[in-house]
């Protein structure tokens, strides 16, 4: 049983250190790149579009051998299943996960011209989606679910697809035992001479209580895709702010000159 509680901390602090550190990164780099590419649209070289989309594939590459590198040590270190399959799994997820905390890093940074002011509030963007994993509300939780305008932000949540792929990759068709000392006491049980229950024998019992379905290999597909499509989305949200900010910056630049005329 203690093994999968530390699992599940594992896969928790995995998905929040990852999209935590890409945001920031993002952030801190993109605060740089901000000034030369406003001087540059000023002179009109060219437009967001092509700086935009050149920005974006030359961070794939980096991204897949951070992420690579990342699995390759991760993986065993915490003792995950060894399965040649599950750890392929494991480095496209970790690698899309990345691509959400930049794409969210780049949605704070187009927003917020200041950096330090962008660094303050990125937390305050990504905290609240911690709420709606699995790990923090399950579906039977009348706080959450009873209030239907919530939902749709869990779907849009990449902490909840992130924590579900991991943890149906690690705890689908696993079987777990217990130690004596982590059995779980019941009184009738003990008072007829029995030490305990192991409540967890099996790791579909894990994801039902988490609210997680047991489709497995479904399951995963699933979580890959929608972090797939919530990168996309929220760079497409990233391009409509820089775009918006450039044509801002223009403006003024433009009001500044005929000031000055």
């Known amino acids: 049983m203690m093994i999968c509680r530390d699992r599940l901390g594992a896969i928790l602090f995995i998905t929040?250190?990852?999209?935590?550190?890409?945001?920031?990164?993002?952030?801190?780099?993109?605060?740089n790149e901000r000034l030369v590419f406003l001087?540059?649209?000023?002179?009109?070289?060219?437009?967001?579009?092509?700086?935009?989309?050149?920005?974006?594939?030359?961070?794939?590459?980096p991204t897949a051998i951070c992420s690579l590198v990342f699995?390759?040590?991760?993986?065993?270190?915490?003792?995950?299943?060894?399965s040649f399959n599950r750890f392929i799994y494991f480095i496209f997820l970790i690698l899309f996960i990345s691509y959400c905390g930049q794409s969210l890093g780049l949605c704070v940074a187009c927003y917020i011209p200041n950096r330090i002011t962008a660094m303050l509030l990125c937390p305050c963007v990504l905290t609240p989606f911690i709420l709606f994993t699995p790990y923090s509300l399950n579906t039977n939780d009348d706080v959450l679910y009873s209030r239907p305008w919530y939902i749709p932000l869990k779907y849009i949540s990449p902490f909840y697809w992130s924590?579900?792929?991991?943890?149906?990759?690690?705890?689908?068709?696993?079987?777990?035992?217990?130690?004596?000392?982590?059995?779980?006491?019941?009184?009738?049980?003990v008072n007829a001479g029995i030490n305990g229950i192991c409540l967890y024998t099996?790791?579909?019992?894990?994801?039902?209580?988490?609210?997680?379905?047991?489709?497995g290999i479904t399951d995963k597909k699933l979580c890959l895709f929608l972090l797939f499509?919530?990168?996309v989305f929220y760079r497409f949200i990233?391009?409509?702010?820089?775009?918006?900010?450039?044509?801002k910056a223009k403006s003024f630049q433009s009001l500044k000159e005929m000031a000055n005329a």
């Not at 699995?71 to 060894?82: D, E």
């Not at 990233?238 to 044509?247: S, T, Y």
């Open 202 to 215: 099996r790791g579909e019992l894990v994801m039902q209580r988490f609210g997680v379905s047991g489709n």
């Open 71 to 82: 699995s390759l040590i991760t993986y065993p270190l915490v003792g995950f299943q060894l």
């Open 229 to 231: 499509v919530l990168a």
């Open 238 to 247: 990233a391009f409509w702010l820089l775009k918006r900010f450039a044509q």
């Open 39 to 61: 001087r540059e649209q000023s002179a009109s070289l060219y437009h967001v579009l092509p700086y935009f989309l050149s920005k974006t594939f030359v961070d794939l590459i």
């Open 163 to 189: 924590f579900t792929g991991l943890m149906v990759n690690e705890f689908y068709e696993t079987q777990f035992y217990c130690e004596e000392n982590e059995m779980a006491k019941v009184k009738e049980l």
């Open 16 to 31: 929040i250190c990852l999209l935590f550190a890409n945001c920031f990164d993002v952030i801190l780099n993109f605060a």
